[in-house]
C-alpha cells in the first residue's frame, strides 16, 4: 500500500520560509511517477502548487513561482517544497500526492491517486 507523510508545516511571519517534506513508502516505483504538492484552505477547493515528475521537469502554479520551489529525492522516496517569501494567502493544509503514471504534468488535483494527510502552514501579517 502506498503511504505519503507530510512534515514541516507550521506557523511563521509574512516574509518568512518553511520546507515541506513528503515521505513515499510502499511502491518501488514511485520515484519514476509524478507527484505534486497541493493544498486546500477552509471553504476553498483544493488546488495544485507545484508538480515534478521524475526527469524534474517541473510546473508551478502562477501564485507560487519565484517563492516555492519543488524537489525531490528518488534515493529516499521523499519530495520537498521550498517555500520563500510566504504570504498570508499562503495559509492552508498542505497535501503532497502522486499520480498513476509518470506522463501528463497537471496541477489538477482530481488526476492524483494517493495522497498524504497534510501538515498545517500558517502565515501571519
Known amino acids: 500500500e502506498v503511504q505519503l507523510v507530510e512534515s514541516g508545516g507550521g506557523s511563521v511571519q509574512a516574509g518568512g520560509s518553511l520546507r515541506l517534506s513528503c515521505a513515499v513508502s510502499g511502491h518501488t516505483y514511485s520515484s519514476f511517477l509524478i507527484m505534486g504538492w497541493f493544498r486546500q484552505a477552509p471553504g476553498k477547493e483544493r488546488e495544485g502548487v507545484a508538480v515534478i515528475n521524475s526527469v524534474g521537469n517541473i510546473l508551478y502554479a502562477d501564485f507560487v513561482k519565484g517563492r516555492f520551489t519543488i524537489s525531490r529525492d528518488s534515493a529516499k522516496n521523499t519530495l520537498y517544497l521550498q517555500m520563500n517569501s510566504l504570504k498570508p494567502e499562503d495559509t492552508s493544509m498542505y497535501y503532497c500526492?502522486?499520480?498513476?503514471?509518470?506522463?501528463?504534468?497537471?496541477?489538477?488535483?482530481?488526476?492524483?491517486?494517493?495522497w498524504g494527510q497534510g501538515t498545517q502552514v500558517t502565515v501571519s501579517s
Open positions: 500526492a502522486r499520480k498513476d503514471d509518470y506522463v501528463g504534468l497537471t496541477l489538477r488535483p482530481d488526476a492524483y491517486s494517493y
